[in-house]
């Protein structure tokens, strides 16, 4: 099974960030936006997993949420990312006052993982939360296109996304299970604990 650590996100700011990028999801037809329900902060992508590795993972969690305490994480509005020449993403950056905090807290998970010898994805933390992903087909026009193309192209996309920002509650970790679906993939939280 594919797992992931993340901090889960409050239903009712999910349904927000959901609602106020409404008009950037039926105004773009070439970005992938995330289900409400999927909104999370990802500590740690583990990839496929065997079964026998979920009691080691959820040992992990409570080590590192004894030792944690909540915090509140303001969300800067959406960017594109990695750039207008690359665009991969659209996200919600965190203010950059408490990235060090929520890295802090991934590198926590990380060393457990790594001792505990359990495999993860070792691409560098970044302090974000999902909003889409685009389209193949869309990126590589973008990546060909010219400069003042390409900055007019991210200038329509950025006038389509809401100017607010989100302070989220970080108050638990939670170890969910990606499962391939027709219309993306769902995340089922299988175990969580509070912070300290």
């Avoid at 992508?45 to 305490?69: M, N, W």
């Amino acid at each position: 099974m594919r797992l992931f650590i993340a901090i889960d996100v409050p239903a009712e700011i999910k349904k927000d960030i959901t609602q106020s990028c409404r008009y950037a999801r039926d105004t773009f037809p070439h970005a992938r936006f995330s289900p409400e329900e999927n909104l999370h902060i990802t500590m740690a992508f583990l990839g496929e997993q065997d079964e026998s590795s979920v009691e080691a993972v959820k040992e992990i969690i409570v080590h590192v949420a004894a030792r944690r305490q909540s915090f509140p994480v303001r969300f800067l509005p959406p960017l594109i990312a990695p750039s207008a020449e690359n665009p991969r993403l659209i996200l919600l950056p965190a203010e950059k006052g408490v990235q060090e905090v929520l890295a802090a807290c991934a590198a926590d998970v990380r060393a457990e993982l790594t001792r505990a010898k359990i495999a993860f994805d070792p691409k560098p933390f970044l302090a974000h939360i999902t909003l889409a992903r685009f389209d193949e087909r869309w990126r590589m026009r973008q990546q060909a296109a010219s400069p003042e193309e390409q900055k007019k192209s991210i200038r329509t996309i950025i006038e389509t996304l809401p100017e607010k920002e989100w302070v989220i509650p970080c108050t638990a970790l939670v170890l969910f299970s990606s499962s391939p679906g027709p219309d993306g993939s769902r995340y089922d939280a299988l175990f969580a604990r509070t912070l300290s």
